[in-house]
Each structure stands twice: as C-alpha cells, then as structure tokens.
Antibody, heavy 121, light 107 residues
Framework: QVQLVQSGAEVKKPGASVKVSCKASGYTFTDYGVSWVRQAPGHGLEWLGWISAHNGNTNYAQRLQGRLTMTTDTSTTTAYMELRRLRSDDTAVYYC??????????????WGQGTLVTVSS | DIQMTQSPSSLSASVGDRVTITCRASQGITSHLNWYQQRPGKAPKLLIYAAFSLQPGVPSRFSGSGSGTEFTLTISSLQPEDFATYYCQQAYTTPLTFGGGTKVEIK
C-alpha cells in the first residue's frame, strides 16, 4: 500500500537547523510530487512547499524562502525537508504528503505520520 | 495570498444528523478546492478533491460542491467516526492555503 514514513521527533535550539526525512513506498515515486505541511500546537495547517519527485522543481511558501530547502533522493524514494535558523514559532508537527501534482502542487494523499519539531533553548 | 474562510469554526451534532460546512475563498479558484478530515493526534486524510470528486475509499455520505468562491462539504448522516476537524484547501495558486478548520463535536 502507498505509505510515507517520516523520521522521528527532534528537539533543537533556536538558530539551529533540522532535516526531516520522508520515506515513500508502494507507488512510483517519480510520478508524483511531495508537499510539506506543518501544524503548530493547537493550530491549523500551513503549507510549506512542494517538490517534484520527477525533476526536482520546487515551490516554497514565500514567508519561508531562504530558510527552507526540499530535496528528493530517487534512489531511495525519500524526500527531505530542511529548515534553518529555527525560531520558537517553528515548533510544530511537520507532515510530508504525496502530492498528485508532478509539475505543480495540488492535493495530498496520503500523508506521513508527522514529525514533531520542538524549538527551545 | 488567497484567504480561505470556513464556517462555522465548530459545531455540535448528533449521530444521524446532516452536516454542512462552508468554505469561502477571497478570490475565485474555479474548482481547485480540496477537503481533509483530521482526527485528534492523527494526520489529515483526503476526502474530496477538485471540489466534488470523492477520494476512493471515502464513504459516500461525504460530498462536496461549489465553484468560484463558495464551496460546501456535506455529511449526509453523521457517524461516530466522523467527529473530527475538517479543513478546506485551495490549489488554484501558490502558496496553497487552508481554511482555519471546522471542529465537529458530539452533541
């Protein structure tokens, strides 16, 4: 079955970086994209950006431009999301999701289980 | 950015009730509207894509409608497993944006 399995919880200090992985299985990885979404505690969903697993094209939310990098490794069917210069308001559960769009972000199914990133001094 | 506004933000309903959730976009998004269900402590799950297409495996009591700026998600007969938070999401332009969510609680 189609499945996305994310790396484990992280605790980081302000100013540090975090890299979350998302291992995909059960489908042809390069036929889809991967979107990343986060959810701060008790809050709603925020789209962070998208990467095409076909050609590596990316589209990031402008408010995170300069701090965010998304990559894929097609040999291991794994997507990565790195966020730099972490702040306390980056504390959230980070989700990866298979995106139906291989050339443009669209809808997300299924989602990974989520990775809690806590930023605290 | 396109703002997505959901109403109500929460509602109380009983098993068997018909429930309607509304999502309004700050500008026209044609039919680029998707709906998700999120149970507590779980990842969201896709219910409806492209405004009215039911994701395979999702019960037929869920339906979506609308186009342009106004959309609805309807649950025809609420079941115990449907108590959750529902989010709309526009895919017309980036950044993709979500509504604030509608929490459906047991009356």
């Amino acid at each position: 079955q189609v499945q996305l399995v994310q790396s484990g919880a992280e605790v980081k200090k302000p100013g540090a970086s975090v890299k979350v992985s998302c291992k995909a299985s059960g489908y042809t990885f390069t036929d889809y994209g991967v979107s990343w979404v986060r959810q701060a505690p008790g809050h709603g969903l925020e789209w962070l950006g998208w990467i095409s697993a076909h050609n590596g094209n990316t589209n990031y939310a402008q408010r995170l431009q300069g701090r965010l990098t998304m990559t894929t490794d097609t040999s291991t069917t794994t997507a990565y999301m790195e966020l730099r210069r972490l702040r306390s308001d980056d504390t959230a559960v980070y989700y990866c999701a298979r995106d139906i769009g291989s050339s443009w972000p669209n809808w997300f199914d299924p989602w990974g289980q989520g990775t809690l990133v806590t930023v605290s001094s | 950015d396109i703002q997505m506004t959901q109403s109500p933000s929460s509602l109380s309903a009983s098993v068997g009730d018909r429930v309607t959730i509304t999502c309004r976009a700050s500008q026209g998004i044609t039919s680029h509207l998707n709906w998700y269900q999120q149970r507590p402590g779980k990842a969201p799950k896709l219910l409806i894509y492209a405004a009215f297409s039911l994701q395979p495996g999702v019960p037929s009591r869920f339906s979506g409608s609308g186009s342009g700026t106004e959309f609805t998600l309807t649950i025809s007969s609420l079941q115990p497993e449907d108590f959750a938070t529902y989010y709309c999401q526009q895919a017309y332009t980036t950044p993709l944006t979500f509504g604030g969510g509608t929490k459906v609680e047991i009356k």
